[in-house]
């Protein structure tokens, strides 16, 4: 990396984290001063009026007089303002709308402001990796996010990824740094895109790797091994093959960072013949640390990665956690490579936290639950959390539940666990109970196939779904893959996070069993037989707690796709 480039962004995570660490010396002061200047900025907006922003002069007061909401409540709101309405949630415009999966077949479009963007997540993030490992600007930074703009709302607004906007706007100085240029993510083909990151990826020196999800991590070093030969073939000759589909102008926009190499391609080859295939941590020696995700279902993802980043067994690459975060806010920054905790971002959003015993004992009892202010948690319990934002989100259920581990100043660091009630995450798809009773449905109506009973279980080794099925009648063994088939589908239409984890290889093709007549009823008396009263020994049909439990006296047939 270059000097300049280095002492830029070096001094732009400085600034960042000095809010953060005034924030953590004092988060009741913190977490009041912030909901007092979000109150007095948006008390005129439709929604501050509503609510009576102006009279909230505390977070208890707050409670009193704002709702905890879901995204189906504020969709009327949001919708205003992607037609281009004004001064609705926020007193900011929204400069961009991050799309995500909603529990329906509606995506969510979460609003974007200015104010959010300068909390600057990454950038404190970036702050605290260097200090502990000052050898990540050694070289490039190698990173992977989605197209800023993926689209404009009915306003012409943009919608797309906030990661992305942040690489796309960076000064040319800074761009200089990172490995791969902007124009490498609008790539839409997911194999061309990730052959075009490792084309420049290999032709670099990487001292810092990364990105939200691991599996992405993974997916790099096998395509490098598996598409050896045609890399090294590239870097010799500077070019990028033109057996995967790339855009003409994404062509051009590259073409500078794609110089002819003999020398690098030499040694790539040299790498290959000594090991017998190419791994990173041959071609990239000074790699420092990689970021991406370690806890929750990701974690298995972790230890796949040692084979390929330390395989000779003589110390792994640190790891350190990326940080809670969603579409919606970044919601934690690690300090440290310990564990995959990180600190709230008590600086950029106010927290409350609900006991995860109030919800999953009383979950249509809003009344009953306590909603504690980040100073008032415990460490070793768990928590649903809702967010305030300054995008305006207020009082949000995110529906996630996190542990609280450990303390930084007066902060709580947080682990995420899992998603909350009716939904599962094993590769950031954030699959609902309703997409699934839908895409199901919808398959098998599609079929005539008559389904008396189902569950899905997640299947955290294989990185993919188990469909239990019991039919009400036989269903033939051409139908049984045909219903597979229309399943995965329906809920890579029903949830855009499911079809570009799909169609990235991220998440594997699921998995369909059909179960025997009467499972559902046997399950149901076993329940019983453990001690579960009648009305509480129903099937749960999806649990982020569940994983996949096996039951091969009970399957009749499996069937694949593939």
């Not at 009279?55 to 281009?84: N, Q």
């Not at 009953?368 to 305030?388: M, Q, T």
């Not at 196939?449 to 779904?465: I, N, T, W």
Request: proline content about 6%; hydrophobic content about 35%; aromatic content about 8%.
């Amino acid at each position: 990396m270059g000097r300049l480039a280095s002492f830029l962004i070096g001094m732009k995570a400085r600034q960042a984290a000095a809010p953060f660490e005034r924030a953590v010396a004092d988060v009741r002061a913190s977490q009041e001063a912030l909901l007092g200047r979000m109150m007095e900025r948006n008390r005129n907006t439709e929604y501050g009026r509503t609510y009576g922003f102006a009279a909230i002069d505390s977070l208890a007061e707050y409670a009193r007089r704002v709702p905890v909401v879901d995204y189906e409540d504020l969709r009327p709101w949001i919708d205003r303002e992607t037609r281009g309405e004004k001064n609705i949630l926020t007193a900011e415009d929204p400069v961009l709308f991050a799309q995500t999966s909603g529990t329906t077949g509606k995506p969510k479009f979460i609003p974007v402001t200015p104010t959010c963007r300068e909390s600057g997540g990454l950038t404190v993030w970036l702050h605290y990796a260097r200090r502990d490992h000052p050898g990540i600007f050694k070289g490039k930074i190698l990173t992977i996010v989605s197209p800023a703009i993926e689209g404009y709302t009915e306003g012409n607004l943009p919608f797309g990824s906030t990661s992305g906007m942040v690489v796309k706007e960076m000064p040319a100085v800074v761009q200089s740094a990172y490995a791969v240029p902007y124009e490498a993510f609008e790539i839409e083909d997911y194999e061309a895109k990730y052959y075009a990151l490792l084309r420049c990826g290999l032709a670099s020196n990487v001292s810092l790797l990364a990105t939200a999800n691991p599996s992405s991590i993974l997916m790099l070093a096998e395509m490098s091994d598996r598409h050896a030969d045609r890399l090294i073939r590239d870097i010799r000759d500077g070019s990028l093959s033109e057996e995967f589909e790339t855009a003409p102008e994404i062509r051009s926009a590259l073409a500078p960072r794609l110089q002819p190499d003999a020398d690098r391609s030499r040694a790539l080859e040299s790498m290959r013949q000594q090991r017998g295939r190419l791994v990173p941590a041959d071609y990239w020696p000074d790699l420092a640390m990689l970021g991406c995700w370690k806890g929750g279902t990701v974690g298995t993802y972790i230890r796949k990665l040692e084979d390929w980043y330390n395989p000779d067994s003589r110390g792994m690459v640190p790891v350190r956690d990326m940080g809670y975060l969603a579409s919606e806010a970044r919601m934690s920054v690690p300090v440290s490579d310990r564990g995959s905790g990180g600190v709230l971002t008590v600086h950029a959003n106010v927290f409350e936290l609900v006991p995860a015993e109030d919800i999953e004992e009383r979950p249509d009892d809003h009344d009953s639950w306590r909603y504690l202010p980040a100073a008032e948690v415990e460490v070793g319990k768990e928590y649903f959390v809702f967010i305030s934002t300054t995008g305006g989100l207020y009082r949000y259920d995110i529906n996630d539940v996190v542990e609280v581990v450990d303390r930084y100043r007066t902060a709580p660091v947080v682990e995420f666990r899992r998603k909350g009630r009716g939904m599962t995450n094993l590769t950031g798809e954030k699959l609902s109970v309703n997409q699934l009773i839908e895409g199901i449905n919808a398959a098998a109506e599609a079929l005539s196939v008559g389904v008396a009973h189902f569950r899905a279980e997640p299947d955290l080794q294989q990185s993919r779904y188990v469909l239990k099925i019991e039919p009400s009648a036989p269903v033939e063994p051409d139908r049984r893959r045909q219903l597979l088939a229309g399943i995965d589908r329906e809920l890579s239409r029903l949830n855009i996070e499911y079809e570009a984890k799909r169609k990235s290889g991220r998440l594997r093709p699921p998995v369909l069993q059909i179960m025997r007549e009467g499972w559902y009823e046997r399950g149901k008396q076993q329940l019983v037989a453990e001690g579960k009263r009648l009305f509480q020994a129903k099937t749960i049909l999806l649990d982020a707690k569940q994983g996949y439990r096996p039951e091969p006296h009970e399957v009749e047939a499996e069937e694949t796709l593939g």
